[in-house]
């Protein structure tokens, strides 16, 4: 079974708007990663967040994590229609030498 | 700077026959992952290769094989196709000691 579980399943906002997904996992990560992919094609890489980091921004991105809680979240402000994808967290746990994904948000920006 | 590279981008198959796909890893990374990703869903690790060696595999039959060349790139073969195995193929590279990947844009694999 896959270790991380993103929520929601499907996010629809407008443009402008902040946009948040969440991501749970099950046990301890070596880091968190999250991806972004477009219409079913190769996955970009966004951020990555060590197990001893709380917070990191990139540009519109802010990812937290919460390593008592098992959970991440991805905040994408002022979205624009470039936003439009699926996103994907994705754990690095100790010697596992992989990513293990979770099942991916929807994010749909409308105009 | 070139990312990863896949080929072929589009692959049509028959159940039964057998498939290569073909991977470049970005100048400077050693390691290459392999995962399937089915439509809808999160993608799913193959198996990993360093040093010419699968390193790591993840929940995939023996029908699933792969070998790294001395360049760093890598080849994803499937023998005896199912349907089930259609599929994007997705590749990613990285460095030892690096956790991020950098992924190619996939081979879509259709077994019809």
């Known amino acids: 079974s896959q270790q991380g579980e993103e929520d929601p399943q499907a996010l629809s906002i407008q443009e402008g708007e902040n946009a948040t997904m969440n991501c749970s996992y099950k046990?301890?990560?070596?880091?968190l990663q999250w991806y972004r992919q477009n219409s079913g094609r190769g996955l970009v890489h966004l951020i990555l967040i060590r197990s001893n980091e709380r917070e990191k921004h990139s540009g519109r991105l802010r990812v937290t994590l919460d390593t008592s809680k098992k959970s991440s979240s991805l905040l994408i402000t002022a979205s624009r229609a470039a936003d439009t994808a699926s996103y994907f967290c994705?754990?690095?746990?100790?010697?596992?030498?992989?990513?293990?994904f979770g099942q991916g948000t929807r994010l749909t920006i409308n105009p | 700077d070139a990312g990863v590279t896949q080929s072929p981008t589009h692959l049509i198959k028959t159940r039964g026959q057998q498939v290569t796909l073909r991977c470049s890893p970005k100048s400077g990374h050693d390691t290459v992952s392999w995962y399937q990703q089915a439509l809808g869903q999160g993608p799913q690790f193959i198996f990993q290769y360093y040093e010419e060696e699968e390193r790591q595999r993840g929940n995939f039959p023996d029908r699933f094989s792969g070998h790294q060349f001395p360049n760093y790139s890598s080849e994803l073969n499937v023998n005896a196709l199912l349907l089930g195995d259609s599929a994007l193929y997705l590749c990613?590279?990285?460095?030892?000691?690096?956790?991020?990947?950098?992924f190619g844009s996939g081979t879509r694999l259709t077994v019809v």
């Open positions: 994705a754990t690095d746990f100790w010697g596992a030498q992989k990513l293990v």
């Open positions: 046990t301890s990560i070596n880091n």
């Open positions: 990613a590279s990285s460095s030892t000691g690096y956790g991020g990947y950098t």
